[in-house]
């Protein structure tokens, strides 16, 4: 089983790093850790920096400089923990880190701030990225694996933590004092935990969302747009992209991602969520083909007659290059479409887009879709598990992740202090929405085979906008094509490998908070 599509999403934009460390950072690739003495930490903590690391281009366009930070320091892990401890205990040890093969250059520059604030050694483990998940789980299941620590599809954290594959990581969180509390729950709980025991700490941490071309949609509703009014409901949407279509030439009305497997799921679970829809209920049985599943099928069917060219192929590469490329009108992604749009190296819409809250559907939910992402683990069998951790807290910690962000290299923070940070809004166009509307998301549990899962929905949701099978055929086919997938990863056989009631408080967030606006 691979999963290439979702590798590329985040390297994309560029190959620079598996961690989304920024092309052309200064100040530390090429530095060597002095034998016998390392460098005072309050030196190497300096240069981790917005003029050290954020792109100069995007400094000198948005006036970002260190005088306007853009995450607080005190909820950002490298600056609070005590780097003279973590070398008493732990320097002169090695961690192995499985990173995808193309990444492991630029991944061994970045890590270079953090082998000399701990005295740890990092070693790389290249791995192929188009068969990363499969070279993996043969390590896992050999019980001798090559690496210590690794980040992977947030999805998989079921397929690795329910054999045992995965090392707990509460105690290293408790004793080092990471600030778990400042990761939204979405985050928190489906990046970072499996049947109540920690073994992640979540790192691209995605959300999708809906963007509007502001010049096209304001000539239509003839006048501004109000973040949460201007379109309430998808049969709003539905109404407006109909008149975008019409608009002008070679644009659409809406950007859909509804190619076979995954894409097409996160489009449906994206929709159908607003719906109320949940896909199992208590005992794990699949509960999506009902009401409010077919409810988010009948709006892709409908929007799709406004879609652009090649939608049912298309997955968030094409998105992303018609969205940018201006090529739609408005667009159901990721947040980082909002983002990247600001700038001008990426984008031909700078100035004439933004992104708006989640709109609504009668008698559903405000729940907008926490979909897909990357956490952070430690292997069970890690030969130096405390480094590994400590390696991978210091990836993603704050001020990397909010300088990931300024970079808009398509890796998401799930801090509150970063997303909630006016300066960081600043240079991020979703982000007042997005920290917002984290506080009532939706997520798709994770299980053993939720990656087969996508795919054998997504693909008879293909088959429907293809005009093959119907709406209700899609969703009863893949209802029992994840039964059957339930049924081979353990479930329905009186000891389910996961525990309903320990994943339920990750499903929806937003049960009784009070909506943003």
């Known amino acids: 089983m691979g999963i290439s599509g979702k590798l590329s999403r985040r390297s994309f934009i560029t190959r620079t790093s598996a961690f989304g460390l920024a092309a052309g950072s200064t100040g530390w690739a090429g530095r060597a850790i002095a034998q016998g003495s390392l460098p005072d930490p309050q030196s190497i903590l300096n240069d981790i920096s917005i003029s050290k690391y954020v792109r100069q281009d995007y400094q000198e366009l948005y006036g970002m400089s260190d005088d306007k930070p853009i995450w607080d320091n005190s909820k950002d892990w490298i600056r609070t923990v005590d780097w003279e401890e973590v070398r008493a205990q732990l320097s002169g040890t090695t961690v192995r880190f499985a990173v995808g093969a193309a990444d492991a ?3 061994a520059a970045g890590l ?3 082998e000399q604030l701990s005295g740890i050694k990092v070693e790389l483990v290249p791995i192929p990225d188009d068969s990363f998940y499969d070279k993996a789980l043969a390590e896992f299941i050999s019980g001798n694996a090559s690496f210590d620590a690794l980040q992977f599809f947030s999805p ?9 594959f995965l090392h707990p990581l509460q105690e290293f969180a408790d004793k080092w004092s990471l600030p778990l509390d400042d990761f939204y729950d979405t985050y928190r709980i489906n990046y970072g935990y499996f049947n109540g025991e920690m073994y992640g700490i979540p790192f691209d941490c995605d959300v999708q969302m809906v963007h509007l071309r502001k010049s096209y949609v304001e000539q239509v509703l003839g006048g501004p747009i109000d973040l949460s009014q201007s379109v309430p409901t998808y049969d709003e949407l539905i109404r407006l992209s109909g008149e975008l279509n019409k608009i002008e030439p070679g644009v659409s009305g809406v950007g859909l991602m509804c190619a076979p497997g995954m894409w097409s799921t996160y489009t449906w679970e994206h929709i159908s969520a607003q719906a109320g829809m949940m896909l ?4 794990w049985e699949p509960i999506f083909n009902g009401d409010a599943g077919q409810k988010g099928m009948d709006i892709i069917m409908a929007l799709s007659k406004n879609a652009n060219e090649g939608f049912a192929g298309s997955g968030w590469p094409e998105n992303r ?8 009108a408005t667009n159901i992604s990721w947040q980082d479409s909002g983002t990247q749009a600001m700038r001008p190296d990426q984008s031909q819409i700078v100035g004439d887009f933004v992104t708006i809250y989640e709109p609504r559907i009668s008698g559903g ?8 992402g990357s956490t952070s683990c430690v292997a069970a069998a890690a030969q130096n598990p405390e480094g590994a951790f400590l390696m991978l807290a210091f990836l993603t910690t704050a001020s990397i992740m909010a300088m990931n962000e300024a970079n808009a290299n398509g890796v998401g923070p ?3 202090s970063v997303l909630q940070n006016p300066n960081l809004q600043e240079v991020s166009q979703p982000a007042k ?5 984290l506080e009532h998301a939706w997520c798709a549990p994770r299980l053993p085979g939720a990656f087969p899962i996508e795919q054998a929905i997504g693909n008879e949701i293909n088959r429907a906008v293809v005009g093959q099978i119907s709406g209700k055929e899609a969703l009863d086919n893949a209802a029992a094509a994840v039964r059957d997938i339930m049924a081979s990863n353990g479930f329905y056989q009186g000891a389910d490998p996961v525990d309903y009631a320990e994943a339920l408080p990750g499903l929806y967030v937003g049960e009784g908070r009070d909506l943003p606006f």
């Open 433 to 437: 929405v997005w920290g917002e509307s």
């Open 414 to 416: 799930g801090y509150k």
């Open 321 to 328: 290059a018609g969205w940018l490329g201006g090529q739609v």
């Open 156 to 164: 998989w954290i079921g397929d690795f933590a329910a054999p045992g």
């Open 105 to 107: 250059e630029s991944a």
């Open 112 to 114: 270079v701030p953090f």
């Open 280 to 283: 199992f209920d208590e005992n």
């Open 365 to 372: 939910r405000f729940a907008p879709p926490n979909i897909a």
